[in-house]
């Protein structure tokens, strides 16, 4: 594989995952395909502009004819697909950009696959697909029980890429990523808006009781997962991509203040997402056994996440003084009446 076309590598993941991809394989072309949504960012993959091995193109993975010609006159041989809708709570308020994108695009992209005989299709997915796990983990061969228009999307978005290699032998793999922190993302996911709304003393907005439980994996061991699945993977097989590790929300957020030196009382409690998933948890054995293993514990990643976004607020501040960044604040945040400090904890 020599020249992947990366869709959605102007988001978080896909600009890490280019980046890395970049330093790791010296002989690797890396063209980037992102339509730019409000998530889209080429201030993301500043650093990497100037290399001779990248490129950008602009585009829609639902637009079949520009997908066609970006594959044909780049002699792309594989594609690996960060492109989608990922915010649940926006999948709440707009679910018809989830299906365009998340599932019709995923066909787009398969079709070309199949079209021009690609070494490799590979679909990045999570770790929502397979709904809330109150007890135990998730095993790649359990039942999808998506409960979110954003994780039902996701999962539609995996059927039919196992439905490609079933019927016309597109050679394809999928990972299944637990919840990723670090650099370049966009602050409407916990993380970010927590850190981000803390250096600038404003409430952190807990939802409903704090206690529900997330593995929050460093972005980059995200991405070296995807990559020894690319090159290692078996075809037609799913990979789970996650730490083990589980934290509560409450925690979390005490975590960010205890290393921004902010009191505890700048967490206010709100009203909490509609269906919201009490807990994920991951088997990642499968993975393992290809030899992965996360290089960041919570903590570490934590302190990386909260480090970076301090450092660089030439980034963040300049998507949230933006007025669709704020217009979005207030349509998510404004309708929640606060139920001041729980007892969580
Ligand atoms: P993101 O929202 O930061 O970035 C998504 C990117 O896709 C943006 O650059 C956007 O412009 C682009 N995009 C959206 N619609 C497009 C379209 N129709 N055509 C072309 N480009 C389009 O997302 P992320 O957090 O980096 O997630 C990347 C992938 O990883 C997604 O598929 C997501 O489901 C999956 N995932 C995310 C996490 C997480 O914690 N963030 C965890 C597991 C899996
Ligand atoms: O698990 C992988 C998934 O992780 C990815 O597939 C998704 O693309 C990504 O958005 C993420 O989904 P979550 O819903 O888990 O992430 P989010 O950051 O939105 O929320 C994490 C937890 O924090 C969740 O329990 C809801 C809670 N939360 C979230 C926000 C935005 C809050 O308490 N307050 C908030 O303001």
Same mark, same amino acid.
């Given at each position: ?34 339509k ?35 594959? %044909?006159?780049? =002699?792309?041989?594989?594609? &690996?697909?960060f492109? /989608?809708?990922?915010?649940? #709570? !926006? ?33 990045? %997915?999570?770790? =929502?697909?397979?709904?809330? &796990?109150?007890?135990? /983990?998730?095993?790649?061969? #359990? !039942? ?74 460093y ?30 929300n ?7 203040l ?14 909490d ?5 009490r807990r994920?948890?991951l ?23 909260v ?39």
């Amino acid at each position: 594989m020599k020249n992947i076309l990366v869709c959605g590598g102007a988001g978080f993941i896909g600009s890490n995952f280019v980046r890395h991809m970049l330093a790791k394989y010296p002989d690797y072309l890396i063209t980037v395909y992102d339509k730019l949504t409000y998530a889209g960012n080429l201030d993301n993959l500043l650093d990497v502009s100037q290399n001779p091995r990248y490129s950008f193109v602009q585009g829609d993975i639902c637009d079949a004819a520009k997908v066609d010609e970006v594959i %044909s006159q780049r =002699e792309i041989d594989t594609i &690996v697909n960060f492109a /989608a809708e990922t915010h649940v #709570d !926006r999948s709440l308020m707009e679910p018809g950009s989830f299906i365009m994108t998340d599932v019709y695009g995923t066909y787009v992209l398969l079709e070309a696959a199949k079209k021009h005989g690609l070494a490799r299709y590979h679909q990045v %997915s999570t770790d =929502e697909v397979y709904g809330q &796990v109150v007890v135990g /983990a998730s095993c790649e061969t #359990d !039942r999808l029980e998506t409960r979110s228009p954003y994780s039902a999307s996701k999962a539609s978005g995996d059927l039919m890429t196992f439905a490609y290699h079933t019927s016309f032998d597109v050679p394809v793999t999928i990972t299944r990523g637990a919840n990723n922190i670090g650099p370049y993302q966009y602050p409407e996911k916990v993380v970010p808006v927590f850190v981000t709304n803390a250096i600038d003393n404003l409430p952190l907005p807990l939802y409903g009781d704090g206690l529900q439980v997330r593995d929050y994996q460093y972005v980059l061991d995200h991405c070296e997962g995807i990559d020894l699945v690319l090159h290692r993977g078996t075809l037609g097989e799913a990979y789970n991509l996650g730490t083990g590790q589980e934290t509560r929300n409450v925690d979390m957020a005490h975590m960010i203040l205890d290393l921004l030196g902010k009191p505890r009382s700048l967490i206010q409690y709100v009203k909490d997402r509609p269906g919201h998933d009490r807990r994920y948890a991951l088997d990642c054995a499968k993975i393992r056994a290809l030899g992965w293993q996360p290089r960041h514990d919570f903590a570490q990643a934590l302190e990386k996440t909260v480090r970076w976004y301090v450092d660089n607020e030439w980034w963040w501040r300049k998507i949230k003084s933006g007025e669709r960044w704020q217009e979005y604040y207030k349509k998510n945040y404004a309708g929640r009446e606060l139920t001041g400090q729980a007892k969580a904890g």
